[in-house]
């Protein structure tokens, strides 16, 4: 149960509650000047070891299949540290007005359903492991969380407002993956009370 990928995944989701702190902390740390803009530098902090946490998502999925270590709690574990980390971050997004909180509530109210959904299906035997739309839901809003952190830079430095195009993209692959879960699982999810 806890080999290698698991403790990655592990790492994970214990890298939330410094992101949570570095992000939240009630002191100002400055701001870091680009060009025009400026970011504040706990939300670069912040960014970075979000995008160091998002990473393990990738490196304990490549080690579970490199060492033929995929277990049934990894399946349950690996997704759920995402959605941690991912609601964590849009959470604190929306307190910094980044992101609609519409939005984030329409991503975080998947991730329970379809969590629910395999915690149902758990009941009766059967393990819901992510599927391709799953994953690129994941990388599409560790994309668009990422930039949203970056306060849109660099593209803020030319006009282009990348990181509120990335979470629309985000949005319609969580809503999409998330139909898709359902309707794959529907028959099983019927029969099992």
């Known amino acids: 149960m806890f080999n290698l990928p698991n403790k990655i995944t592990l790492a994970r989701i214990a890298l939330i509650p410094i992101f949570m702190i570095i992000m ?13 803009e400026s970011i504040p530098v706990a939300h670069l902090a912040g960014a970075i070891l979000f995008i160091i946490a998002s990473t393990t998502d990738w490196v304990d999925g490549y080690y579970a299949r490199k060492l033929n270590l995929v277990t049934n709690f990894g399946k349950f574990l ?17 307190q910094f007005d980044l992101a609609p909180a519409w939005m984030v509530i329409v991503i975080i109210s998947r991730e329970f359903a379809v969590t629910g959904l395999r ?9 819901v492991a992510a599927n391709m739309l799953g994953k690129i839901k994941t990388w599409a809003q560790i994309i668009a969380v990422s930039a949203l ?16 195009l990335a979470l629309w993209v ?24």
Do not use: C, M
């Open 78 to 94: 690996d997704p759920l540290a995402d959605k941690l980390l991912v609601s964590a971050a849009l959470i604190i997004l929306v």
């Open 24 to 36: 939240l902390a009630p002191f100002d740390w400055g701001r870091l000047e680009v060009g025009d």
């Open 170 to 193: 985000a949005v319609f692959f969580t809503v999409v993956s998330g139909w898709e879960y359902f309707s794959k699982n529907w028959e099983a999810l019927k029969t099992s009370n």
């Open 149 to 164: 952190l970056l306060h849109n830079l660099p593209f803020e430095l030319v006009s282009f407002p990348f990181a509120d």
């Open 119 to 127: 915690l149902v299906l758990a009941g009766t035997g059967e393990v």
